[in-house]
């Protein structure tokens, strides 16, 4: 719901004053239903790698799909104008949807940056002067919390491109597992040291989270969020005794490794996935569609 309500007030500061009084209104209120109908919801277990392993560009080789998305993602940054990296958020959001993501997965992945977006775009709309000038303004102290048309073209680009990037991310990390992934950054020799504390940390990310969520459950269960003092003294007892089950886990694993002759690296059985003229020809036809809206509006 904050979210939603987020993004309604975030779409109404960057369309007031340049479209007629309704239209700002109801766009705002669309932004904030759709917000609410991917809300986030933590009580599942489906992971971004579990929905990499249904994408139907599993298949496409996944230096093919880093290098294309890294591409994408710097001429969306070098746009110039907000068309193009929104234009780039629609094509890979359909993109991510047509490889078998479900809307309400994606809505509920994309409200986790949405929150520091939406709050970054607020900071940047509005300013702090001592005169009542631009298309908004209201009186704070002794100066006034004013929007201008300035700060609105600013705000506008600086969100446009961070959700075309935060689009070809997803796209990447919804049709590539993590293990493709680290195989990738293996083959351009960065050090294996990095490459196997990532695999752990985020293998264990989800075990922590799946721990927590068995001990809150638990702690429900008995009436432990019955006040808010009880909460309060239930929340410290369940993160206190979740640090100290991070401790126990990480020392199990280590043993585990050690025993079996670990010598650091971390390996993934990972398939052979070779290059075909049809991925070619859609990373090709994506980044020259990219560049040239780019060119066109600069």
């Not at 340049?18 to 239903?33: D, V």
């Not at 710097?74 to 959001?93: E, G, Q, R, T």
């Not at 775009?121 to 009186?139: H, K, N, Q, R």
Request: aromatic share 8%; charged share 15%.
């Amino acid at each position: 719901m904050f979210t939603a309500l987020l993004a309604a007030l975030v779409l109404w500061c960057l369309l007031t004053g340049s479209m007629p009084a309704p239209w700002p209104e109801l766009l705002g209120a669309a932004g904030c239903l759709l917000l609410l109908f991917g809300r986030h919801s933590h009580g599942g277990t489906l992971t971004m790698d579990v929905l990499s392993r249904r994408s139907r560009f599993l298949g496409i080789s996944a230096p093919l799909k880093a290098a294309g998305c890294l591409i994408l993602l710097v001429l969306c940054i070098l746009s110039s104008s907000p068309l193009p990296p929104l234009l780039l958020f629609a094509v890979m959001a359909l993109l991510t949807l047509l490889g078998g993501i479900h809307l309400h997965d994606y809505l509920s992945l994309l409200s986790l940056p949405a929150v520091f977006l939406l709050l970054g775009g607020l900071t940047l709309l509005w300013e702090y002067g001592a005169d009542p000038s631009g298309v908004v303004s209201i009186p704070l102290g002794q100066g006034f919390l004013v929007l201008t048309a300035a700060a609105q073209k600013r705000a506008g680009l600086v969100m446009a491109r961070s959700v075309g990037a935060v689009s070809c991310l997803y796209f990447l990390s919804l049709s590539t597992p993590v293990p493709e992934l680290l195989e990738t950054l293996r083959r351009l020799k960065v050090p294996e040291t990095l490459i196997s504390l990532a695999a752990l940390i985020y293998r264990y990310i989800f075990i922590l989270l799946s721990t927590c969520r068995r001990m809150k459950d638990a702690a429900e269960s008995r009436l432990g969020y019955g006040s808010l003092r009880q909460s309060l003294l239930t929340t410290g007892k369940v993160y206190g005794n979740l640090l100290a089950c991070s401790f126990r886990k990480a020392g199990a694993c280590f043993d585990a490794m050690e025993s079996r002759c670990c010598d650091g690296r971390v390996r993934f059985l990972t398939a052979h996935k070779p290059l075909k003229l049809s991925h070619l020809l859609l990373f090709g036809g994506l980044i020259a569609a990219m560049t040239a809206a780019v060119l066109l509006t600069a």
